[in-house]
């Protein structure tokens, strides 16, 4: 069966014909075929109908190409994710308990860093997040409504949860390494061999976390 121009043919032919004259159509799209075709007559717009159509053909082996070129990477990213995924995950479940123990001591003492290196800024923010709150909680009691103070950022209003910032709470040693612990087990992001490594050459060289 011959192939047709399509709708969207016509408008690119009209655009590109009225674009080298520096001027536009407007509402092309809201045009019905027979009146695209009116366009095309009486401004004595030329086109190559086989022209358009093969560069059709063109631009869909490109977008096709393209497509699978796509889908092939992104398989070949998933597949090496995948394989590096196991890799991590294996040498995790190889170590004996007391290296599993050196693993997440060394990922709770980084975490506590962090803590520590942001704590007066952290400070700061939990402040104004709680004097916010305090504000908000006495404008919403003023106005009548149903207030539950949940916290030191959060209040509930009529029943709605209002939370204002990420409050930071006070670093839980034996919280931080249970989450890690499970974290680990279930879901392996960290590095072991490359992590017990680095704890050797600290120990080795008696330097400080």
Request: neutral net charge; glycine residues 2%.
């Amino acid at each position: 069966m011959p192939k047709k121009l399509l709708k969207t043919d016509y408008i690119n032919i009209i655009n590109s014909h009225f674009a080298k004259q520096g001027k536009r159509f407007t509402n092309l799209s809201k045009a019905t075929l027979h009146e695209l075709k009116e366009i095309i007559e009486k401004h004595d717009i030329k086109y190559d109908e086989k022209e358009v159509i093969e560069e059709n053909d063109k631009k869909k082996k490109e977008e096709k190409e393209a497509k699978e070129k796509r889908e092939k990477e992104d398989k070949e990213r998933t597949e090496k994710w995948i394989e590096e995924r196991n890799r991590i995950k294996k040498e995790w479940e190889e170590l004996n308990e007391e290296d599993k123990d050196k693993v997440i001591t060394w990922i709770v003492i980084k975490k506590q860093q962090y803590y520590l290196n942001n704590y007066w800024k952290n400070q700061k923010k939990n402040k104004e997040y709680t004097l916010q709150t305090d504000k908000m909680e006495e404008k919403f009691k003023s106005e009548l409504k149903k207030v539950e103070r949940i916290n030191n950022n959060t209040i509930k209003v009529n029943g709605v949860n209002i939370c204002n910032g990420f409050y930071t709470e006070p670093f839980d040693w034996d919280k931080e390494y249970k989450n890690e612990k499970e974290n680990m087990e279930k879901n392996t992001d960290y590095e072991s061999l490359t992590i017990l490594k680095d704890i050797e050459e600290k120990e080795y060289s008696n330097e400080i976390f």
